[in-house]
């Protein structure tokens, strides 16, 4: 039998803090158990489970891996206007005039990540 990914685990400072970011993000929750100054936070979304662990360490590289959000119920632009307002900052816009590309955001924390255009605004072929 093959192994599950049962949740995304990030490093950070605060846990809490990047869940409650994160939880808004995906329109999720932060367990219960949960609390302000906890060393976890476990965001869980329709479709993703996220943890955060408090590390000492600090971010001193370009994210390895990183998430690719698309809109499920609204535009990239609005999506990207969204998140920016719940607290993340514009790393890089790679939107072309053609409609395509995406835009990268850092999280509170600086952890990178892409807003993709919507299923919508690719088309019924791109799916």
Same mark, same amino acid.
């Given at each position: 039998?093959?192994?599950? &990914?049962?949740?995304?685990?990030? *490093?950070?400072? *605060?846990a809490y803090r990047q869940g409650l970011f994160w939880a808004a993000v $995906?329109?999720?929750? &932060?367990?219960?158990?949960?609390?302000p100054g906890d060393p976890e936070a476990l965001v869980t979304a329709p479709d993703a489970?996220?943890?955060f662990v408090a590390v000492e360490d600090a971010?001193? &590289?370009?994210?390895?891996?990183?998430?690719?959000?698309?809109?499920?119920?609204?535009?990239r632009e609005e999506e990207v206007e969204r998140i920016l307002a719940l607290g993340a900052t514009l790393v890089a816009d790679h939107r072309t005039a053609d409609g395509r590309g995406w835009?990268? $955001?850092?999280?509170?924390e600086g952890n990178e990540f892409c807003v993709e255009r919507s299923a919508a605004e690719r088309g019924p072929a791109a799916g």
């Open positions: 039998m093959s192994s599950l &990914v049962r949740h995304l685990t990030f *490093d950070c400072h *605060d $995906l329109e999720g929750t &932060v367990s219960d158990e949960d609390h489970a996220l943890l971010k001193t &590289v370009k994210n390895r891996v990183h998430l690719d959000l698309q809109p499920q119920d609204r535009t835009v990268t $955001l850092a999280d509170p």
